[in-house]
């Protein structure tokens, strides 16, 4: 009796690996009319629906099928439909050009048949981000964001006003795996987290991950945002420009050998720095003492990508990112008959470069490589001198720097099984600080640097399988590894997600995740600062791991174009670190604290204390991607404590940024052909931080008289962040006005960033109640950053 | 070059911060607590006792108030007194010799006039054996460095030591021997070497005066006074990059510490 199961076991598997004669394979690739662009999660099925497949990052799609006649549907949001009929008895390529249903003035024709709906998703917790949608959602200062759309997502919170780091789950920013054509970035942030890198000009796709990770994804606890780049415009040579409040940008895309290949260019810069310098100026000419001063601030980015057929079966892509922030600061001043010139630079940027080969090795097997370079530095540099002659130079730096290889297998081997699989390495170069100090005036010379390599690797399978018409799963398993110095991890990973087809639109979802994180970022108070240190797992800080449990339920109303989940999830994060109290990240290469100077000498390993996190919540998703009237409502109702041996005197307490109620409103409506309003409305529970409530003396130890007195102050505070902030709320509207010209179409956007001016707290602080009379009642205080802040923007896309 | 202007205003408007009272939450409700700062060493003869109150930060005293009234019991083997009020130190001293003995649990009792009872507890630590003090002399150009090293036997797991330095300076203004405080230092049994080496800088000597020696101190001293010595080291609360620290206290009902040392003395 025993072995009955296993029997059947063994006919289930037989049954979906069995491969009939009588079966064919139709494949190719889904592009856009026009462009050429390929379209990624564009979903093919037979009529009926009992069949079907999605596009994969590529665009490329496989469906084997017994032979007969069959009509293919390929659908995909924004385009319409296309049904082609085929007769199968031998191996089909069909490549496919979908037509975008939006017309000249970006206005979509809403266009309903059969979908790829929520509940016939098996992944949950997963959200995919219509470009078009980011481009209409108003922003601070019209700047448009990927990351802060994200946000507004349930089960993502923002840090602080305006900023764009993301706490996905009870995760912190560093567990966000952010990648860009395979290319992780590590510091997504510009002007401190003001602006993300991603504006969506040069971007195709956008998916949010929060929990139930396929296998191929591995290296962080709590989320992937997967984006993928446009390939550029195949056919014609066609460009965007726009000009807004603090930057402006530019993208030119056009064929390369028509119909062959592509390129796409894209940047933008910002012009702070420039529109300051009438004032500095003005000022120094007020003062009339000679002297000078220049300094300024702005960032830039620069997205660059070409791609070429080189045959049916063969493309290759080559990206690359590139941005950078900069604070800089000259002065030119006379001391006595000296000329004293004095520059300080305070810089920090991404670089990313991914060159990759699509290859179909055969009509059910595609393969992609890659190979992956991804940076992060930050650099302070301060140097004064006179007469030319340096006197005292400080130069402080500290990045990662990695080189990759991903190999990636996409095997659609029959109807019911949709295989991934592969492996990945990645050697990283990790500089928690590179010091060097010059000063003649005492003689002054350190050089020192501390810098680690180790190697990440990853090798994972995953199936999508549907085992029965109610059925759905993904499982999959990932075994990742990490060498440094001499010691080496390994860790099974293993994931599975499943879909139960309770009635037509409505589907019962479940979801288990293990997941290690092999790199570490030192963050103080995790505000997100460009000082914060990448480093890696050694054998004193041990690799963080997560599992995180999540069952839901996802339901269509067809009728009324919309769809509704609900998911409650369960998270446990096991070694995150986080600095000891007193630490910071400029404590290094002192003596240890108060061992004297024989011991070692303090490294980053000795500011930081290991402890575990606990995430548990429900979210709440209505969402409508099409018609007249879209957007969305989310709603989170979550709990995030941490729990460090060495921190709160070893009691668990709240995560800084653990929310108890998040609500976003989301709405953009088509009010005209040429109008678009859109507006958002966002509510979160404060932040929970810690807050100084007393001073009191510390003597010394015998304490002795008044004569001999020697003391310092003690500050008391609240139970680690055990004071919370007010609530966060706010509302931001937009309206974009749209016109055909002669030669593409102009956008102009007027907007409005915290209408009902909202003075939200950016951070609390002790004060006198009169700023200026330090006599006055002490009182708790805010630092409000934006209040209304209109903006207008214009747009000109080519055709 | 007007529109140049108005983009550049509205620009720094955008990132002008505004700052306000918060009077849209609910402030911590934060009381007075009594600071009890106790304790002796083997060395010492007397027991003594600073006892202030806690300023709250939103209430608008600016001293220190020392706590004049309340009664101060100590409780152990030869050590059963209670502690009298010395006003002119402002302090609370114990009225007969105490004689600590290590391994010997001490009590602290404090009951204030307002009704508030504090309490601690503490084992008079094992004295460090095996103490050694050798002195190296560096000389430079324009000041002369003193290498001492202090090798002692190694503390039993769970034990922890302190060892404070003094430089002992001779004055050409005055005939009194002044004792510079230099350094301190804390180690724990657990994961220390027994060795210590440190340099002592002695700058401008013709001005300072002679440098006649070392005087050190090294003493056992117990876990949460371990604790607490380490958090204050790192204790930079004005530093805004650092985290907030709470400092441990070993007072029941209120804040501060009761420390025990049993020390041993050398002079090089």
């Known amino acids: ?799 | 070059m007007k529109l140049h202007i108005i983009i550049a205003i509205t620009t720094l408007i955008a990132f002008a911060s505004c700052q306000g009272v918060v009077d849209n939450v609910e402030l911590p409700k934060i009381e007075e607590k009594v600071v009890v700062q106790t304790g002796m060493s083997n060395l010492d003869s007397t027991f003594t006792a600073k006892i202030t109150l806690s300023n709250p930060v939103f209430k608008s005293r600016k001293d220190i108030v020392s706590v004049e009234d309340a009664e101060v019991i100590l409780k152990g083997v030869n050590a059963n007194d209670t502690l009298t009020y010395d006003v002119v130190n402002a302090i609370y001293t114990s009225k007969a010799n105490v004689n600590l003995a290590a391994g010997n649990r001490y009590d602290l009792e404090v009951n204030t006039m307002d009704g508030k009872s504090l309490s601690s507890s503490a084992v008079m630590p094992v004295l460090p054996t095996g103490i050694q003090v050798e002195v190296d002399t560096i000389t430079h150009s324009d000041y002369d460095q003193y290498r001492y090293t202090i090798s002692w036997d190694k503390p039993a797991e769970g034990a922890y030591y302190e060892v404070r330095v003094y430089q002992i300076m001779d004055f050409d203004l005055s005939a009194d021997t002044f004792l510079h405080w230099d350094s301190e230092y804390v180690f724990s049994g657990d994961v220390s070497a027994s060795r210590l080496s440190e340099r002592l800088s002695i700058y401008d000597y013709e001005r300072f005066g002679a440098f006649k020696g070392v005087l050190i101190y090294v003493s056992g001293i117990t876990r949460e006074f371990y604790d607490y010595s380490k958090v204050l080291y790192n204790y930079e609360p004005e530093n805004p990059f650092s985290e907030p620290i709470t400092i441990p206290t070993n007072i029941n009902g209120g804040l501060g510490m009761f420390v025990l040392k049993n020390s041993v003395l050398v002079t090089k």
């Open chain 1, 1 to 799: 009796m025993k072995q009955i199961p296993l029997i059947k076991l063994l006919v289930i598997f037989s049954a979906i690996f069995a491969q009939a004669q009588s079966k064919h394979t139709i494949s190719g690739y889904v592009k856009e009319a026009g462009s050429k662009e390929a379209l990624l999660g564009v979903t093919i099925f037979t009529s009926g629906g009992e069949h079907g497949v999605i596009s994969n990052d590529f665009g490329f799609y496989s469906l084997t099928l017994p032979d007969g006649d069959y009509e293919i549907t390929f659908d995909y949001v924004g385009y319409t439909q296309i049904t082609k009929k085929v007769h199968l008895d031998s191996n089909v390529k069909l490549n496919v050009y979908l037509t975008s249903t939006e017309n000249n003035l970006g206005t979509a024709v809403v266009n309903l048949k059969k979908r790829e709906r929520e509940s016939e998703k098996v992944r949950m917790s997963t959200v995919e981000i219509p470009i078009k949608q980011i481009k209409e959602i108003p922003a601070l200062l019209g700047e448009k964001d990927v990351l802060k759309v994200i946000q507004l997502m349930p089960g993502v919170q923002s840090g602080s006003e305006g900023q764009s780091g993301l706490y996905v789950r009870g995760g912190g920013p560093d567990q966000n795996l952010i990648i860009l054509d395979g290319a992780t970035v590590y510091n997504a942030q510009h002007l401190f987290g003001f602006f993300s890198l991603f504006n969506g000009d040069a971007l195709r796709s956008v998916e949010l991950i929060k929990g139930g990770f396929p296998a191929r994804y591995g290296g962080r606890l709590s989320s992937v945002i997967d984006m993928n780049m446009k390939d550029g415009n195949k056919e014609k040579t066609t460009g965007e420009l726009g000009i807004g409040l603090i930057s402006s940008r530019g993208v030119l895309e056009g064929p390369i050998n028509k119909g062959k290949g592509s390129y796409i260019i894209s940047g933008r810069r910002t012009y702070i720095d420039v529109l300051a310098q009438p004032f500095i100026k003005m000022q120094q000419s007020q003062n009339n003492t000679g002297n000078s001063t220049t300094g300024g601030y702005f960032f830039y980015d620069l997205n660059a990508k070409v791609n070429y057929e080189l045959s049916d079966k063969d493309k290759v892509y080559l990206s690359g990112y590139f941005g950078r922030d900069k604070f800089y600061l000259r002065e030119r001043y006379e001391f006595g008959e000296q000329a004293i010139d004095s520059r300080t630079n305070f810089g920090w940027g991404n670089g990313t470069g991914t060159l990759r080969w699509n290859h179909v090795m055969n009509p059910k097997l595609f393969v992609n490589t890659s190979l992956i370079y991804s940076q992060y530095n930050l650099d302070i540099a301060s140097k004064e001198g006179q007469n030319d002659t340096t006197q005292f130079e400080l130069r402080y730096g500290s990045g990662i720097r990695d080189y990759a290889i991903k190999h990636d297998y996409d095997w659609y081997p029959n109807t019911r099984n949709k295989v991934k699989f592969g492996f990945a390495a990645t050697h990283h170069t990790f500089t928690p600080s590179a010091l060097v100090l010059l000063d003649d005036f005492d003689s002054t010379n350190i050089k020192n640097k501390t810098e680690y390599t180790g190697v990440e690797t990853g090798i994972y399978i995953e199936d999508e399988i549907k085992i029965t018409s109610k059925l759905k799963t993904l499982s999959g398993i990932r075994l990742s590894g990490f060498h440094v110095g001499d010691q080496n991890y390994f860790n099974f990973e293993p994931r599975v997600s499943l879909a139960y087809k309770a009635s037509k639109n409505l589907s019962v979802k479940a979801s288990y995740a293990t997941m290690n994180q092999y790199v570490h970022l030192l963050s103080n108070s995790g505000v997100g600062l460009p000082t914060d240190l990448w480093v890696p797992a050694t054998e004193r800080v041990k690799p963080q791991s997560s599992t995180q449990y999540a069952l839901g339920l996802a339901k269509d109303f067809t009728k009324q174009n919309f769809s509704v989940t609900v998911e409650g999830y369960y998270k446990t994060m096991n070694n995150i670190i986080a600095y000891k109290e007193g630490a910071s990240f400029l404590q290094v290469g002192e003596s240890l604290a108060g061992e004297g100077e024989s011991t070692r000498k303090v490294t980053w390993e000795d500011n930081i204390t290991s402890g575990q996190g606990t995430s548990y919540g429900t979210e709440f998703l209505l969402q409508r991607k099409e018609g007249k009237l879209t957007g969305w409502f989310g709603y989170t109702l979550s709990w995030t404590k941490h729990k460090f041996d060495s921190l709160n005197l070893g009691k668990e307490f709240y995560a800084r940024y653990d929310r108890r109620h998040d609500i976003s409103v989301v709405a953009q409506y088509q009010l005209k052909k040429n109008i678009t309003l859109s507006a958002t409305w966002v509510y979160g529970t404060g932040n929970a931080i810690t807050l100084p409530i007393s001073t009191y003396r510390l003597d010394e130890f015998p304490p002795r008289g008044s004569q001999f007195d020697y003391w310092a102050q003690g500050q008391e505070y609240t139970e680690r962040n055990g004071f919370r902030m007010a609530a966060y709320h706010r509302a931001d509207i937009g309206v974009q006005f749209k016109k055909e010209k002669k030669r593409g179409v102009r956008t102009i956007e007027v907007s409005a960033y915290n209408l009902y001016n909202q003075k939200n707290p950016y951070y609390y602080f002790i004060g006198n109640r009169d700023r200026f009379n330090p006599e006055s009642e002490k009182v708790l205080k805010q630092v409000s950053l934006f209040p209304i802040l209109p903006s207008i923007s214009w747009n000109y896309k080519f055709k």
